[in-house]
């Protein structure tokens, strides 16, 4: 079983419904799997990954962009090193699972 790491995360821009925060992570790391009760949208800034949802894996690299739907579970594995943008509601609640 791989190693699960936490993102690095900081928030870019807080509005009064949304809002952004940038993720980061180093090449091989397995992100959390969780799943959140609202759509959220990703969006690649560097580098690539592997967003594992819904049986598949997506593949995405810098410029791409992911809408999110709620109530899936998914994961992230950085393919190399990688940075992206989350925008999604701030009412937003995650669930993570082990």
């Not at 580098?47 to 049986?55: A, N, Q």
């Amino acid at each position: 079983m791989e190693k699960v790491t936490n993102p690095n995360v900081k928030v870019l821009a807080l509005g009064s419904n949304l809002v952004a925060k940038q993720m980061q992570a180093s090449a091989g790391d397995l992100l959390p799997r969780h799943l959140a009760n609202m759509e959220s949208i990703l969006l690649i800034q560097e580098g690539e990954c592997i967003l594992m949802i819904k049986g598949k894996d997506e593949y995405l690299k810098q410029g791409d962009a992911f809408v999110v739907p709620p109530d899936i579970e998914h994961q992230i594995k950085a393919e190399t090193n990688f940075k992206a943008v989350h925008f999604m509601p701030k009412e937003i609640k995650f669930q993570f699972f082990k």
